[in-house]
């Protein structure tokens, strides 16, 4: 099994930063992709941000030029970098990992953190 811890969460005024930080724990033999969700309010999940085991990565076109996720190996932690941040940002962020346990190394399944609720005042 695989256990995501989410941390980076918090209040933030429209402009601001913030950096929000996943870190993956269990029996993990690879990892895949990682990548963060989130969900506002009334709305539907939708994909923010992921990045390959290749580091090839892909942003939603609302967070393009804004966001920045990142990944270290070695820690099993993803990062998801927040500039210029807008009111409209608000939601909950999940982190998910796309990972094989040792238990089943052939077969990759998706992961989800408990979720920070990331919230921009105007």
């Known amino acids: 099994q695989v256990q995501l811890v989410e941390s980076g969460g918090g209040l933030v005024q429209a402009g601001g930063s913030l950096t929000l930080s996943c870190a993956a724990s269990?029996?993990?033999?690879?990892?895949?992709?990682m990548g963060w969700y989130r969900q506002a309010p009334g709305k539907q999940r939708e994909l923010v941000a992921s990045?390959?085991?290749?580091?090839?990565?892909n942003y939603a076109e609302s967070v393009k030029g804004r966001f920045t996720i990142s990944r270290d190996n070695a820690k099993k932690t993803v990062y998801l970098q927040m500039n210029s941040l807008k009111p409209e940002d608000t939601a909950v962020y999940y982190c998910?990992?796309?990972?094989?346990?040792?238990?089943?190394?052939?077969?990759?399944?998706?992961?989800w953190g408990q979720g920070t609720q990331v919230t921009v005042s105007s």
């Open positions: 998910t990992v796309r990972a094989a346990v040792i238990s089943d190394i052939w077969r990759d399944n998706d992961y």
């Open positions: 990045i390959a085991s290749t580091g090839s990565t």
């Open positions: 269990g029996r993990i033999f690879s990892i895949n992709t």
